[in-house]
């Protein structure tokens, strides 16, 4: 089992920074398991849509609408991935969730949420 906590989501003006954060915690076994973890989000009335994942071997994908502008990171000693968002806009207003998907056994497990939002 994994649990997984957010932090650093907030009130920002447009073209700002923000930086999330998400804590893995759980058995050594899920943990250091090939994994991917990544952050996905949430706007009143739509669906929740991916952002950015990252694997346990490094690899990144980013939505198209996102691309030059956020980073996502992850330090595998604090089992904790990290979404650094720049230039953000009042489209990128929602509740962000952070995701970790077990490749070895195919689950997904996902945080509370984090609302972010930009505006003026």
């Known amino acids: 089992q994994v649990q997984l906590v957010e932090s650093g989501g907030g009130l920002v003006q447009p073209g700002g920074s923000l930086r999330l954060s998400c804590a893995a915690s759980g058995s050594i076994f899920s943990i250091s398991s090939p994994n991917a973890m990544g952050w996905y989000r949430q706007a009143p009335g739509k669906q929740r849509d991916l952002v950015a994942t990252i694997t346990s071997g490094g690899s990144t994908n980013y939505a198209d609408s996102v691309k030059g502008r956020f980073t996502i990171s992850r330090d595998g000693a604090k089992n904790t991935v990290y979404l650094q968002m720049n230039s953000l806009k009042p489209e990128d207003t929602a509740v962000y969730y952070c995701?970790?998907?077990?490749?070895?056994?195919?689950?997904?497990?996902w945080g509370q949420g984090t609302q972010v939002t930009v505006s003026s």
């Open positions: 995701n970790y998907h077990n490749t070895w056994n195919s689950r997904d497990y």
